[in-house]
């Protein structure tokens, strides 16, 4: 093959590059992080959170935006960005799970005790993340309503388990039923796609968990632990954080 032959097969496919030329911006890195709790976010908001300019939040949105990875939402005057859908998320988090790990001295027990509510439990998008999230998903494998081959997919027993729950997985979506998605924390998958979805959903509406303060921490709440007990067999020390 020669030269020019090998710039042609360079610059053919998807361009790669540009989509990590976006993320390898530390403020625009920990946007997308702070997006992973699936809501929406205004410009100020995020600029606060990163600790930058308002003005210098803007430029980065706007080039996330352009790249695909937020989408704006307009509401009157007010302009709200978030991630563009569940596989950003799940890109965003699988990248997360291949940093190394930061972990600067906390400056407050509270700043500590945060870290570990991410850490236990947390969604990623619009899924069960951490140590819970990666936990209900051992144990749907242990049971069988997960298969593990070829990554992850839904037995007849899961799908009949699903319905005794009465959560029901929206049909004739593009997203993937089931897909595995590698938890940053644990370093592990957990179960992602319309599936893991639903499932959240379905803890938050049963009152199963509940948000830590406005972050994306989840605590797992007496009925949930008895609920993800006996329909799963999970520990209470385990879902309550001990």
């Not at 890195?29 to 939040?57: I, K, N, Q």
Request: aromatic letters at 4%.
């Amino acid at each position: 093959m020669d030269r020019m032959d090998t710039r042609r097969t360079r610059g053919a496919g998807p361009d790669l590059a540009a989509v990590a030329r976006l993320l390898a911006d530390g403020t625009r890195a920990a946007f997308c992080l702070a997006l992973l709790d699936g809501r929406a976010w205004t410009a100020t908001e995020l600029a606060r959170h990163a600790g930058v300019a308002p003005s210098t939040a803007t430029e980065h949105l706007h080039a996330l935006v352009r790249g695909h990875l937020l989408t704006e939402e307009r509401q009157g005057r007010h302009r709200y960005v978030r991630l563009a859908g569940p596989q950003v998320a799940e890109l965003v988090e699988s990248l997360a799970s291949l940093a190394p790990e930061h972990r600067p001295a906390p400056r407050s027990l509270s700043a500590d005790g945060r870290r570990r509510a991410l850490a236990h439990a947390r969604t990623c998008y619009d899924h069960l993340a951490g140590a819970v999230g990666v936990a209900v998903t051992d144990a749907m494998i242990g049971r069988g309503l997960l298969d593990p081959a070829h990554g992850l997919g839904l037995t007849g027993a899961g799908a009949a388990w699903l319905a005794d729950l009465g959560i029901g997985v929206p049909p004739g979506t593009r997203r993937p039923s089931v897909r595995p998605c590698l938890d940053w924390t644990e370093r592990r998958p957990h179960l992602a796609g319309a599936v893991g979805a639903a499932l959240c959903r379905h803890a938050f509406d049963a009152g199963w968990i509940t948000r830590v303060g406005s972050t994306r921490a989840v605590a797992v709440t007496p009925a949930g632990r008895q609920a993800l007990h006996r329909h799963l067999g999970l520990p209470g020390d385990l879902l309550a954080g001990r």
